[in-house]
């Protein structure tokens, strides 16, 4: 049962110069348990994703000076995160039951819906009224106010609008501003970020922005990190450059399946299996949230506690019916793998051709959508019936 987790191996850029650097240089997944101290140094983060937006904030809180490389600007959402009201933890605790049916009854595994509403429903002034009270609430229940934000581009667009004005409206130099909404996918196309005063940040006089997809980091220095037109000197580097997501920590455990097939020769054209859950030529072996299943598009816990039960569950069955032996049908890992490019191909996701969702963010890694886009609730149905089924599409033997 591998629970290695969808986003552990982290991605360190091959960068030319990495290992001549004099100073400290970090990556956010690897981060030292006794902690870093920015004090009085000069700090280069590496990166704009969900994991840069929320460090970049509490480093800059910090740091002497501050420089962002930032390659892909990026939409985020304020978090609002504030202490749980007495009132609120009463209300999980005396509602435990309605919330978990909420989330397992949605796409996203949320404790709240996405209103069954267009954003062409409403007039221009509902509609702008509508996105001011999700933004000031912010969270993640921002993209729930409307059910086409990632299924039509019109409707996008006006989204996507509305987060482009508050970033001008935030960020005082208007240089940096346009950087940073300049953006250039779909809204939530990538996974979509939540922060704390992150646009605000760039308003401070010791964070600068650069934007490497003008000027490309050209290597690293031992004296800081050097682009195709300036040399910044710097004490740390932080890489916020993610994960070698969904199939990263899977292939470095190197695994062998029948006849000394390894899985990163079972996998060389992108995640092949069955509901996330089983690999053809793999016996007995079990994924938690694998690729192919609703995982990273979910709140984590849920799909990760689905999973565990199915596989239990699996496990006392076999046991019970004498079963030694459970593998994924070929013909069923083929089907499912066209199930879930379906999925994905009904929904702005995939024309974020840079997304880790896509394994883009890793040089030579397979191209391919990895996770169930046809959400949460209705993966598990797919999975109750097949398993009714006598577990159909799966192969048991004694």
Request: one cysteine or more.
């Amino acid at each position: 049962i591998t629970g290695v987790g969808c986003l552990s191996s982290a991605n360190v850029p091959k960068i030319d110069g990495l290992n001549d650097f004099r100073g400290d240089w970090y990556h956010t997944g690897q981060w030292p348990h006794e902690g870093v101290n920015f004090a009085g140094k000069r700090v280069g983060v590496v990166g704009t994703g969900s994991t840069g937006i929320q460090a970049i904030p509490v480093i800059a809180s910090q740091a002497k000076h501050l420089t962002v490389f930032q390659r892909t600007a990026n939409y985020s959402i304020p978090a609002r995160n504030a202490p749980l009201t007495e009132e609120f933890k009463q209300y999980a605790k005396t509602h435990t039951d309605e919330i978990r049916k909420i989330m397992n009854s949605n796409t996203n595994a949320h404790p709240f819906y996405i209103k069954d509403r267009s954003v062409f429903d409403v007039s221009d002034e509902e509609r702008e009224q509508i996105f001011e009270s999700a933004w000031k609430k912010g969270g993640l229940a921002f993209r729930a106010e409307f059910r086409d934000t990632l299924l039509n581009d019109k409707a996008n667009k006006l989204v996507a609008d509305f987060i482009c004005k508050k970033i001008r409206d935030i960020v005082k130099n208007p240089a940096t501003a346009e950087l940073l909404a300049d953006i250039d996918h779909p809204f939530a196309a990538k996974r979509p970020p939540v922060d704390s005063q992150y646009f605000e940040t760039y308003n401070l006089p010791h964070v600068d922005l650069v934007n490497i997809r003008a000027t490309p980091i050209d290597k690293i220095t031992p004296e800081g990190i050097r682009t195709t037109d300036k040399d910044y000197p710097l004490d740390i580097i932080v890489f916020a450059t993610g994960f070698d997501a969904m199939t990263g920590s899977l292939l470095k455990m190197d695994i062998e399946g029948r006849k000394g097939l390894t899985l990163r020769e079972a996998w060389h054209a992108g995640p092949r299996n069955y509901l996330g859950l089983q690999v053809p030529g793999f016996p007995n072996m079990f994924t938690i949230t694998g690729p192919g299943s609703p995982s990273v598009l979910c709140n984590m816990p849920p799909a990760i506690e689905h999973h565990v039960d199915w596989i239990t569950h699996c496990i006392a069955h076999m046991q019970k019916q004498g079963i030694k032996r459970i593998e994924a049908d070929d013909q069923a890992a083929d089907a499912w793998v066209q199930e879930v490019n379906a999925a994905a191909n009904s929904t702005l996701l995939p024309s974020a051709t840079h997304s880790w969702y896509l394994g883009a963010n890793v040089p030579g890694k397979p191209r391919v959508f990895m996770p169930y886009a046809g959400g949460f609730a209705k993966y598990q149905q797919i999975v109750a019936e097949r398993t009714g089924a006598n577990y159909l599409g799966f192969s048991l033997s004694r």
